[in-house]
């Protein structure tokens, strides 16, 4: 499985940004796609997952302020963003590969390279 992230940037404090994943070679039972985030000095944390049918989580963090969504047919992750805060500047991982959906990063076996969204205030 191959995963590859694209979208980040700089943007200021209030405004919105839209991440795009594209993950190939998914086999069945893969159910779970998701966001992940890394900032400096900080653990791996867990954004937004979603599974095929639509079903989502979100870090209590983001909820109101992002989206996640997928098409199932492209095998194409989104995440729309808006509201940012300087806290939110991180790498942001893509996964995919498990079959349930959880925030919890250890269980995806594979990953995007990230790309990084910066929020200045």
């Known amino acids: 499985v191959q995963v590859l992230e694209s979208g980040g940037g700089l943007v200021q404090t209030g405004g919105s940004l839209k991440l795009s994943c594209t993950a190939s070679?998914?086999?069945?039972?893969?159910?779970?796609m998701g966001w992940f985030r890394q900032a400096p000095g900080k653990e791996r944390e867990g954004v937004a997952v979603?599974?095929?049918?639509?079903?989502?989580t979100y870090a209590d963090s983001v909820k109101g302020r992002f989206t996640v969504s997928r098409d199932n047919v492209k095998n194409t992750l989104y995440l729309q963003m808006n509201s940012l805060k300087p806290e939110d500047t991180a790498m942001y991982y893509c996964?995919?590969?498990?079959?349930?959906?959880?925030?919890?990063?250890?269980?995806?076996?594979?990953w995007g390279q990230g790309t990084q969204v910066t929020v200045s205030s």
């Open positions: 070679g998914l086999r069945t039972g893969d159910d779970a």
């Open positions: 996964a995919a590969s498990y079959s349930r959906l959880t925030l919890d990063r250890y269980p995806y076996s594979a």
């Open positions: 979603i599974d095929r049918a639509g079903a989502t």
